[in-house]
């Protein structure tokens, strides 16, 4: 099992009222899965997203991936984590403006130990991955948001990461650069074996996963 | 290494903020740098003074005139070798803003007296020879293009020396072989300006060569002695005092331009400071982002303050560089003579790059470590 989630609870403070997000989340999901993650606004999916990212804790309960307990690590363990385990694709792409193409996709290698080639070499992997080595020199805002995100997934796979989340990765698109979209994390999953987790509201972006889960209220629902 | 190409992209995000940064931070070192030529300016002459001439004044003002019949009681003085004197004459080449320093004096025992006057044996004998002639420093002549054979004409500035313009010839120009010398002024004959005066045999300040350093201020004490309870009593001061004194005509300029050089540094710093915490909220998404990246807290500590340290540094070259082009260009001759050796020293342009390296990190300081404290789920909510 790649992810273990147990008893997850996680509630955020506004003032004085605590205000609970998930209630008690126990999630499998095994290496190579493409899972969906769908509910109504406020049901918890994106939170959940950020607590299997590392970039958030939960309240209470354990989240085990690849063997590796993080609730409860520190900032920067989470930190060095995340560079080793994670990508992850935001809607808004969340490139950044001043870098190219190449070197959005470098960015995640600099905290490596490889050398300038070998991270050329990965960087133009990727890129070739999505399609876009003839866009590598272009700034983020060259590119329409299609391929803006396809730089962004190539950022997100370029670490060679044990996981992929995407955070609504369609939903700033429009009908046709979504289907590219989805059919790229389609091919990463089927073909390069990556396990995918994917938050979306779309049924039709939902169908291309081969696990579809319901949150509601905090809570994992039935279909 | 591999972040700094990372934090130059950053810095030209915004070519136009960061160049007014950094040129905040230009005017502020330029200032400071200047400002503090000007007082190693008059520090220089102060250090720059032989231990064995003394200077004798009115004890009331340097600007208030002495008459010649001191000469012979000075000399009378145990201990005193050799004098000479001289007097402000303060006229006008031109226009009121063409301004330098002009000293009548006695020239035979002045250039004996100060041998940092630097002149060719045959510039020197033509000075001496004519009672019309002045020598000028190497500086003022480039400024004004004074050449060897060139008349000057000086309008009176000071009413004691009448209303008729003075005339002089340029015999020769001297080079400064010391700090307590300068090279932008001009020296010419007592007796010429004398001739002229209202009142005959008013001298300015004595310049006295003593014999024993160490007794110097024994000596002054029997030189001022001799005046006491007369018309004209005396001041007599080391070199080195008078050096300084004379700095101190301007008032306390050590506290004057040190303040103002704090306030434009402290000013600064608020410019910087503010301009990079602008920076940093505008770039609270790729912060977030670069965090979930993995990139520890500590690194985008280090490339929030590398920024500020870079533009500030930046701006702290430009400054120290303009100030030492600027200042340093004779052909300004700004100080008139004022203060010796004005200039901005390596050591100058180099706190002052230390001074805007200072900016640049207590101005990222709090942006910095806003960022690194960045909790990325409440700043990728701000934007989503």
């Known amino acids: 099992m790649l992810i273990e989630l147990r008893d997850v609870t996680k509630t955020y403070k506004r003032d004085t009222i605590e205000v609970p997000v998930l209630d008690g989340v126990t999630m499998m999901v095994?290496?190579?899965?493409?899972?969906?993650?769908?509910?109504?606004?406020?049901?918890?999916?994106?939170?959940?997203?950020?607590?299997?990212?590392?970039?958030?804790?939960?309240?209470?309960?354990?989240?085990?991936?690849?063997?590796?307990?993080?609730?409860?690590?520190?900032?920067?363990?989470?930190?060095?984590?995340?560079?080793?385990?994670?990508?992850?694709?935001?809607?808004?792409?969340?490139?950044?403006?001043?870098?190219?193409?190449?070197?959005?996709?470098?960015?995640?290698?600099l905290l490596t130990d490889l050398t300038k080639k070998q991270r050329r070499e990965h960087v133009m992997t990727a890129l070739e991955i999505v399609g876009l080595t003839d866009r590598s020199g272009h700034y983020p805002r060259q590119l329409s948001g299609g391929q803006e995100q396809r730089v962004a997934i190539a950022r997100a796979i370029v670490t060679d990461p044990t996981l992929l989340l995407a955070d609504e990765p369609t939903g700033d698109l429009d009908a046709k650069s979504g289907q590219d979209i989805l059919t790229l994390l389609q091919r990463l999953n089927a073909e390069f074996k990556k396990t995918i987790i994917m938050v979306t509201h779309d049924p039709h972006a939902a169908e291309r996963a081969t696990r579809v889960l319901h949150l509601e209220k905090g809570t994992f629902v039935a279909a | 290494m591999k972040f700094l190409s990372?934090?130059?992209?950053?810095?030209?995000?915004?070519?136009?903020?960061?160049?007014?940064?950094?040129?905040?931070?230009?005017?502020?070192?330029?200032?400071?740098?200047?400002?503090?030529?000007?007082?190693?300016?008059?520090?220089?002459?102060?250090?720059?003074?032989?231990?064995?001439?003394?200077?004798?004044?009115?004890?009331?003002?340097?600007?208030?005139?002495?008459?010649?019949?001191?000469?012979?009681?000075?000399?009378?003085?145990?201990?005193?070798?050799?004098?000479?004197?001289?007097?402000?004459?303060?006229?006008?080449?031109?226009?009121?803003?063409?301004?330098?320093?002009?000293?009548?004096?006695?020239?035979?025992?002045?250039?004996?007296?100060?041998?940092?006057?630097?002149?060719?044996?045959?510039?020197?004998?033509?000075?001496?020879?004519?009672?019309?002639?002045?020598?000028?420093?190497?500086?003022?002549?480039?400024?004004?293009?004074?050449?060897?054979?060139?008349?000057?004409?000086?309008?009176?500035?000071?009413?004691?020396?009448?209303?008729?313009?003075?005339?002089?010839?340029?015999?020769?120009?001297?080079?400064?072989?010391?700090?307590?010398?300068?090279?932008?002024?001009?020296?010419?004959?007592?007796?010429?300006?004398?001739?002229?005066?209202?009142?005959?045999?008013?001298?300015?300040?004595?310049?006295?060569?003593?014999?024993?350093?160490?007794?110097?201020?024994?000596?002054?004490?029997?030189?001022?002695?001799?005046?006491t309870n007369t018309p004209y009593e005396t001041k007599t001061n080391t070199e080195q005092q008078f050096m300084a004194s004379f700095a101190s005509m301007f008032g306390n300029l050590n506290l004057l331009l040190g303040s103002i050089a704090f306030a434009v540094v402290v000013t600064t710093l608020f410019v910087a400071a503010n301009t990079m915490a602008m920076s940093v909220r505008e770039r609270t998404t790729e912060i977030a982002v670069m965090r979930t990246l993995g990139f520890p807290s500590q690194v985008i500590f280090f490339f929030i303050a590398g920024e500020g340290l870079l533009i500030s540094v930046l701006g702290g070259l430009i400054g120290a560089g303009l100030a030492m082009l600027i200042v340093n260009g004779e052909r300004l001759g700004v100080t008139g003579g004022f203060v010796p050796a004005f200039g901005v020293s390596t050591t100058n342009a180099l706190i002052g790059v230390g001074i805007s390296a200072g900016i640049g990190v207590v101005a990222g300081l709090v942006p910095a470590t806003l960022a690194a404290r960045l909790k990325i789920v409440d700043a990728l909510r701000r934007v989503a």
């Open chain 2, 6 to 227: 990372l934090i130059l992209k950053s810095a030209r995000r915004s070519k136009r903020r960061t160049a007014l940064t950094a040129l905040s931070v230009a005017v502020a070192v330029f200032l400071f740098s200047s400002l503090r030529a000007v007082l190693d300016g008059f520090n220089a002459g102060a250090a720059g003074s032989s231990s064995t001439r003394i200077i004798t004044i009115r004890s009331t003002s340097l600007i208030f005139a002495m008459p010649s019949s001191h000469t012979n009681v000075i000399r009378g003085v145990d201990g005193v070798q050799d004098l000479s004197w001289a007097n402000w004459f303060g006229g006008i080449y031109k226009d009121p803003q063409n301004f330098f320093a002009q000293f009548a004096v006695d020239a035979e025992s002045y250039l004996r007296m100060y041998p940092e006057v630097l002149l060719s044996p045959d510039e020197k004998q033509a000075f001496l020879d004519d009672r019309t002639g002045a020598i000028v420093g190497d500086g003022l002549a480039r400024t004004y293009g004074f050449k060897v054979g060139d008349r000057i004409v000086l309008q009176v500035g000071i009413p004691i020396y009448g209303s008729q313009d003075f005339t002089f010839t340029v015999r020769g120009i001297y080079k400064a072989g010391g700090t307590a010398v300068d090279n932008q002024s001009m020296l010419f004959h007592w007796k010429y300006a004398d001739e002229r005066a209202i009142e005959k045999g008013q001298i300015g300040w004595f310049v006295l060569q003593i014999n024993d350093p160490e007794r110097a201020a024994a000596i002054a004490a029997d030189i001022d002695q001799k005046f």
């Open chain 1, 30 to 109: 095994e290496e190579g899965q493409f899972l969906a993650l769908m509910g109504p606004s406020g049901s918890g999916k994106s939170t959940l997203l950020n607590l299997l990212a590392g970039i958030d804790q939960p309240t209470r309960g354990s989240i085990k991936i690849a063997g590796s307990e993080i609730a409860g690590l520190s900032e920067r363990q989470l930190a060095g984590w995340r560079a080793r385990n994670v990508g992850f694709i935001f809607q808004l792409y969340n490139l950044i403006p001043v870098l190219t193409a190449f070197e959005n996709v470098e960015l995640p290698l």
